[in-house]
């Protein structure tokens, strides 16, 4: 039964983030094909379609800790899909805008904010403790494929009928995926607390503070995605006029990321039988790092080799780390509290992600591109660093954790 209800909860995963990518690749090329949009509209539909990570993600943790986690994913995936189908009609009725993508496309995050929100407690109370890993394993897989697969698929089928097909198939991603998750058996009950919402909120912040596992992690995942986005802020830049890069290999660049996902997805289970949960843990910072000292590289040797490599750890390791902690998690965190606590890190994680690119803007402005590649080869020191003297480095196993 815990088989089946994970296929039900990963191919719900798959759906639901292929559509996702797709929109997420779409949306910039209609605007800027369609309506000619300038550099400042396609960076405001950006600024508004990543609002509901550090909005939402908190009460949308604690909203998912005192309803059905099911429910609240079945309707935010309906929701995601009205929106699509609005923009497909929009599309073709002519009355498109730039402000009118932004408003949809707010839509359609703040489904991706509560579907990753409420996922993880959704599969903590169907799937038993000593299958965590392989739940969030092939949660992982399906994800990959996604990020790999979506934002390509949504390219080429942007240029096809104005985008229709791109929202045609987002669409029908969604609602497969809200029928996934109508299949699955009711979830158990959730014990209620009587408390209000902001003493449910301060409880997870306050969990996530004390706990000596969460952390930790919490702070290398801040300073990762910190660096991260300040790398992708001025990679484009960077690679074009430093290396050489033609728009095809800047794509192929990033795509590397998802095979490194998927790749790493795969390999997880053997990975996790050769080496102790600690340094499970730790390889996610040490690929980055690694990742990090290969483009610092390539200031003083300009081989496009370097980049492609780099690319594909900055996803292989990472994607392990992300089974890992998230199983970790799990299983630290009682049920009742999983959403908060996600929601909790979640909005520290995406938070990250606008302030590496604006130190990505100020130092490339003030100190030059080459300065930003330093300061990322500095940022994945420091997580590193971070995460090696911590004690999830020094688990042996992860049932260690369990208190």
């Not at 990543?50 to 009460?59: A, E, M, N, V």
């Not at 058996?185 to 209000?196: A, C, D, F, H, T």
């Not at 902001?198 to 910190?226: R, S």
């Not at 794509?251 to 790493?264: C, D, R, T, V």
Request: include cysteine; proline fraction near 3%; aromatic fraction near 12%.
């Amino acid at each position: 039964m815990n088989k089946l209800l994970i296929h039900k909860i990963s191919y719900s995963n798959l759906c639901a983030q292929f559509s996702e990518q797709i929109i997420i690749a779409v949306l910039p090329i209609i605007a800027v094909l369609s309506m000619s949009a300038s550099a400042a509209e396609t960076a405001f539909i950006q600024m508004i379609n990543t609002l509901p990570f550090l909005l939402l993600s908190i009460p949308m943790g604690v909203i998912a800790d005192r309803v059905s986690r099911k429910k609240l994913m079945i309707i935010i995936e309906i929701v995601r899909a009205t929106a699509i189908f609005i923009l497909f009609y929009l599309t073709f009725s002519g009355s498109l805008s730039i402000n009118k993508i932004a408003l949809f496309g707010f839509f359609i995050a703040m489904g991706t904010v509560i579907y990753s929100v409420a996922s993880p407690a959704l599969v903590a109370s169907f799937v038993i403790k000593e299958q965590l890993i392989n739940a969030n394993r092939s949660i992982e897989i399906a994800k990959s494929v996604a990020f790999t697969a979506g934002p390509a698929l949504g390219g080429i089928l942007a240029s096809y009928l104005s985008g229709g097909l791109a929202f045609i198939l987002a669409f029908s991603l969604s609602i497969v995926s809200a029928v996934f998750l109508i299949c699955l058996p009711k979830e158990p009950l959730i014990e209620k607390s009587g408390r209000n919402i902001i003493q449910e909120l301060c409880d997870g912040l306050i969990f996530l503070i004390k706990n000596k596992y969460l952390m930790p992690i919490t702070i290398t995942a801040f300073v990762f995605n910190l660096s991260q986005y300040l790398l992708l802020s001025i990679f484009a830049y960077y690679v074009i006029n430093n290396l050489y890069f033609t728009s095809f290999e800047v794509g192929a660049s990033l795509s590397l990321i998802g095979l490194g996902m998927l790749i790493g997805s795969f390999l997880y289970k053997i990975i996790s039988k050769k080496i102790n949960f600690g340094f499970q843990l730790s390889l996610g910072p040490i690929s980055a790092f690694m990742a990090s000292i290969l483009i610092f590289l390539t200031l003083i040797y300009s081989a496009k080799i370097l980049v492609f490599v780099a690319f594909f750890f900055f996803g292989f390791g990472p994607i392990i780390w992300t089974i890992s902690t998230v199983s970790l998690r799990q299983l630290v965190t009682p049920s009742n509290m999983i959403a908060k606590v996600s929601s909790v890190i979640m909005t520290v994680t995406f938070g990250a992600r606008p302030l590496g690119a604006a130190i990505g803007v100020y130092i490339s402005a003030n100190f030059g591109v080459k300065s930003c590649i330093l300061a990322v080869l500095i940022g994945f020191l420091i997580q590193l660093i971070i995460i090696l003297f911590s004690k999830p480095a020094k688990l042996k196993n992860l049932s260690d954790a369990e208190e």
